[in-house]
């Protein structure tokens, strides 16, 4: 019995959690993140303050965990994954054209594609937490990231941390600018930001190689 009433439980916790979610991507289709309250999504979620703050401590928290999510889905779809960031720049630099290259949209860094899935590509698209995602994002892939520029360029953490928030942030603002709506102007973009984070990284392991 009481196997059965904690799985009840948890079913409610996540139906409410959910319906918390959903109530806040709603709101931001209307309105920025920073004009929403949490009595807004509470009634949109059809649910009370007090139920909203026995599962979230603010509507920050609450978009962490979508972008959390957001990145997860994207990730989760990568063909690439297992390749180092230089080996999938070197990968993808093969589909030298905007046809080829969306046609490899899977093959893409998790960053590039993590606002395909409708559902979260609100997030993106509000500008008033542009610079609060882009620095989640980088603490999120800094583990992973900037250890393969260290190696492959031979430079030091710092260094590598500074190329990585320029590549993060630049590629951000592009994605932005285009809506993160991938049509050809993206793709044409991309690839040529692709060729330019090549050809960069090629030039500092080279330089540092002498």
Same mark, same amino acid.
């Given at each position: 019995?009481?196997?059965?009433? =904690?799985?009840?439980? #948890?079913?409610?916790?996540?139906?409410?959690?959910?319906? @918390?979610?959903?109530?806040?991507?709603?709101?931001? $289709? %209307?309105?920025?993140?920073?004009?929403?309250? @949490?009595?807004?999504?509470? $009634?949109? !979620?059809?649910?009370?303050?007090?139920?909203?703050? =026995?599962?979230?401590? +603010?509507?920050?928290?609450?978009?962490?965990?979508?972008?959390?999510?957001?990145? %997860?889905?994207?990730?989760?779809? +990568?063909?690439?994954?297992?390749?180092? &960031?230089?080996?999938?720049?070197?990968?993808?630099?093969?589909?030298?054209?905007?046809?080829?290259?969306?046609?490899?949209?899977?093959?893409?860094?998790?960053?590039?594609?993590?606002?395909?899935?409708?559902?979260?590509?609100?997030?993106?698209? #509000?500008?008033?937490? +542009?610079?609060? @995602?882009?620095?989640?994002?980088?603490?999120?892939?800094?583990? =992973?990231?900037?250890?393969?520029? &260290?190696?492959?360029?031979?430079?030091?953490?710092?260094?590598?941390?500074?190329?990585?928030?320029?590549?993060?942030? $630049?590629?951000?603002?592009?994605?932005?600018?285009?809506?993160?709506?991938?049509?050809? !102007?993206?793709?044409? +973009?991309?690839?040529?930001?692709?060729?330019?984070?090549?050809?960069?990284?090629?030039? @500092?392991?080279? !330089?540092?190689?002498?």
């Amino acid at each position: 019995m009481a196997n059965a009433r =904690s799985g009840r439980e #948890d079913r409610r916790v996540t139906f409410t959690k959910n319906a @918390i979610k959903d109530a806040l991507l709603e709101l931001m $289709g %209307e309105k920025d993140f920073e004009k929403l309250s @949490i009595s807004a999504v509470c $009634g949109a !979620a059809q649910i009370t303050r007090t139920t909203f703050y =026995s599962h979230y401590d +603010s509507l920050d928290q609450v978009l962490d965990e979508l972008i959390d999510e957001a990145f %997860e889905v994207a990730e989760y779809s +990568s063909t690439t994954l297992s390749m180092t &960031m230089p080996q999938r720049l070197n990968y993808l630099a093969q589909f030298d054209t905007v046809e080829k290259l969306r046609e490899h949209n899977s093959d893409l860094p998790t960053c590039q594609r993590i606002a395909d899935t409708p559902k979260y590509r609100v997030l993106f698209q #509000d500008r008033t937490i +542009s610079e609060y @995602i882009k620095n989640k994002l980088f603490r999120m892939m800094k583990p =992973s990231v900037v250890p393969d520029i &260290m190696e492959y360029c031979h430079i030091s953490q710092d260094q590598a941390e500074r190329i990585f928030r320029y590549m993060l942030a $630049g590629s951000y603002e592009v994605n932005s600018a285009l809506n993160w709506t991938k049509n050809d !102007a993206w793709f044409a +973009s991309r690839l040529t930001i692709l060729r330019m984070e090549t050809a960069g990284l090629e030039a @500092i392991r080279a !330089a540092n190689a002498r």
